[in-house]
């Protein structure tokens, strides 16, 4: 075997290293899969079936190729979490959701960003210049997610709500 001259394994080394560091490699963005964004802990207690139709499953792709990923693209290493996704009817009325909740249509999900607030994360959405259809903020007391939606339906409206402790939503 040939000797490598010593400059060889400097830079070797130094790859190597740089490899294990993470240098100079993009983060792997993170993947919001379909299961994931259906995954509900209701319908598991409950044996219920949440798996989304196909209108429903291409609305949520639209919400993820649109706002989720390019968000979480925005927020780095700071994981998106989603706290409820899809839901089926009887997921919805299970949980106490409204009924025509955009949640059953595939348009909307809650999330959630540890070390964030809900209204600091609602600014972050606003300010990045997203297209969304409605942020809505909820009070520690009502959950302390962020409601994140979005249509392809008609024009997204860019409309920021609050969900205060006392109830009802309020317009910011
Ligand atoms: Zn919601």
Redesign the pocket.
Known sequence: MTRLPAWLWVALGASALALALGLGRKRIPRAFTLAELSKSGTAQRLGLDNTPPPGAAEAMRALVDNVLAPLQELLGSRDIQIT?GYRSEAVNRAVG?VSG???VSGE???IKVPGMGAKELAAFITSSGLPFDQV?WYAPARGG?V?LSYTQRRNNRRATLYAPASGGYRTV
């Open positions: 409820s959701g909740s955009h949640h909307s999900f809650d809505i997610h409601h």
